[in-house]
């Protein structure tokens, strides 16, 4: 579903945001992406949904390459970016109008998920509200439904769970799994390195835009914890 193949990228010409970064998220596939702060999640993620330019490398969606076709990938990416960015004077409601109006989604289509996920999402009240009245966390649960809107592939997502208080992250968790049980594939960043070891069956672990870790999360994990092998791989677990 998506691959990433050594892929650079440099802000300065001089040293490397990503260096060399590669890996592979197949259908069916949740995949945490973690690292410190600075190490290169968000570059890659922008980089992926055709936010910024790279270097070097390839970046295929579904077998199509971002660079050569960016709006073919568009169509079949949701994307939920770090801070949950929307048109503050729009009613809830017409925002999400405006995200299917723009991936050509069904009217039945749209009233269906946008009155599942707002019901699940305890924002059903809240649709006819402006954005700007909304707290961070009611802004959060409108960018992940406007995400589930339309008939997406691949969900990209950078920290998508800050703002999410315990009740509607649980809910999101089974969205997600709902999610790829229907084909679909999920490449998340996250600094909850406890719900990612819960909820993935794949990671990769960045360092200074590299990656120094990637694979199945049984066979990295093994009898760690995901804290434990986190701390090692950045040679700091004698220091904590």
Known sequence: MLSVKSVYKSYDGKKNA???????????DIFAFIGHNGAGKTTLIKSIVGLQPFDKGVIEVNG?????????TKRIISYIPDEPDAFESLSGLEFLNFIADAYDVSIEKRKERIEKYAKE????????SVISSYSHGMKQKIVIISALIHDAKLLVMDEPFVGLDPKAAFIFKNIMREFVSEGGAIFFSTHVLETAEQLCNKIAVIKNGEIVKDGKMEDIVSDESLEEVFMELLGEKNNA
């Open 64 to 72: 199509i390459n971002v660079l050569e076709n960016p709006f073919d």
């Open 18 to 28: 990503l260096s060399n970064v590669s890996l592979e998220v197949e259908s069916g």
């Open 121 to 128: 999402f305890e924002m059903t009240d809240h649709l006819n």
